[in-house]
């Protein structure tokens, strides 16, 4: 079992040995000190994905940096040389500070929102490449209101009609 982990400004990965008990932390010194949703943890064909970002949901830059995906191969207790992919460096936006959705991995696809803190955002889509990320299309979303939280891809397969993608996003208001 694999979970993400924080403390101060430290972030983990945890991987567990359910049948011993045994547990092993490794830090992820790239991105201490950015912000990420530890529900947001993703697992696809051993190797493991969580998203971070610099830019609090309602405003302010939490770290220096940019939003992205950190890419780690597992195995059992193991950990991985990890790899960084910079959000903004894929998409060719030097300015992009953002909140992110979890990566969403299926069929060697991978899909994230990338909420923009001016209130735009993004919706990312990825070719997977020997297990990293590599972007190939770019959708504007253009609801200036848009915060994002979590999302959801269906990804329907219709014999005549190819692949359809839908993208459903949680909108986050801010409480005052």
Same mark, same amino acid.
């Given at each position: ?72 191969? $597992? /195995? ?8 960084? @992919?910079?959000?903004?460096?894929? &998409? #060719?936006?030097?300015?992009? =500070? ?43 979303? $253009? /609801? ?8 959801? @891809?269906?990804?329907?397969?219709? &014999? #005549?009609?190819?692949?359809? =993608? ?11």
């Amino acid at each position: 079992m694999y979970y993400f982990s924080a403390m101060s400004s430290s972030r983990f990965f945890v991987a567990v040995d359910l049948a011993t008990g045994e547990s092993i932390s490794y830090q992820l010194s790239a991105v201490n000190g950015f912000l990420a949703d530890d529900g947001w943890l993703t697992y696809y064909d051993g190797w493991l994905y969580q998203t971070f970002y610099t830019g609090a949901l309602f405003g302010g830059v939490q770290a220096a940096g940019h939003a992205g995906v950190l890419c780690v191969p $597992v /195995d059992g207790l193991s950990f991985g040389e990890p790899v960084f @992919v910079d959000f903004a460096k894929e &998409a #060719n936006m030097p300015t992009l =500070v953002a909140a992110t959705s979890k990566l969403v991995i299926q069929n060697d696809r991978a899909y994230a929102n990338v909420s923009v803190l001016s209130g735009s955002g993004y919706f990312l889509v990825f070719d997977m490449v020997d297990h990293i990320p590599v972007l190939s299309d770019i959708i504007d979303i $253009v /609801d200036d209101d848009i915060k994002v939280d979590d999302m959801i @891809v269906n990804t329907e397969d219709d &014999a #005549n009609l190819g692949v359809e =993608v839908k993208d459903y996003v949680a909108k986050v208001e801010e409480e005052v």
